[in-house]
């Protein structure tokens, strides 16, 4: 009955930390994979960020995007979503479009909580193909920022921000010039 008793105990102790580890799931493959399908192709009108977004599970913070918003010489939309799952707060995104109907600047970011500051840069490196990596120095060692180069020739920037502690917030940011396709 000893050998039974502490079969089941080790058992326990084992769920135990399986619980844990499940408690502080890593999302920043999430991040990247969000990042990469509505950022990263550099949606050229703010409906097809909407569109994107709400297929992703993301919830906007207001009204729809209406043809008319999009109309225009020049264009001035923000458009916040969150993404949330199971109850609990994962994300969000922001997608700021401002300027001429032709080709506003765009700046899109992507954040999500339960990032690892450790596996974050190599995951934007190895999805999002992003190279020549500059580390930025920050206030204190809690915070780690990083600028990658994208695409070939476009000049175009990622900016990555992430904590270390807890909840272990992060973000993707890219500014570009949309063109329409």
């Not at 619980?19 to 493959?29: I, K, P, Q, Y």
């Not at 995104?93 to 600047?105: I, K, L, R, V």
């Amino acid at each position: 009955m000893i050998g039974v008793g502490r079969f089941a105990l080790a058992g326990l102790a084992l769920l135990a930390l399986a619980g844990a580890a499940g408690a502080e799931e890593d999302n920043s493959a999430l991040l990247v994979d969000l990042f990469a399908k509505i950022c990263a192709p550099k949606p050229a009108r703010p409906s097809q960020v909407e569109r994107i977004a709400a297929s992703l599970g993301f919830v906007s913070d207001g009204r729809p995007i209406t043809a008319e918003m999009e109309r225009g010489a020049n264009i001035d939309i923000l458009y916040a979503a969150k993404l949330a799952r199971r109850g609990e707060r994962l994300g969000s995104m922001t997608a700021y479009f401002t300027g001429p109907d032709d080709g506003p600047s765009v700046s899109c970011t992507v954040s999500a909580v339960g990032v690892s500051a450790d596996a974050l840069p190599g995951l934007i490196e190895t999805s999002l193909k992003a190279r020549e990596r500059t580390d930025k120095p920050s206030n204190d060692g809690n915070h780690r920022l990083a600028i990658w180069r994208v695409g070939s020739g476009s000049g175009d920037t990622l900016e990555m921000s992430v904590w270390r502690t807890a909840p272990h917030r992060a973000s993707i940011n890219i500014n570009y010039d949309a063109t329409k396709r």
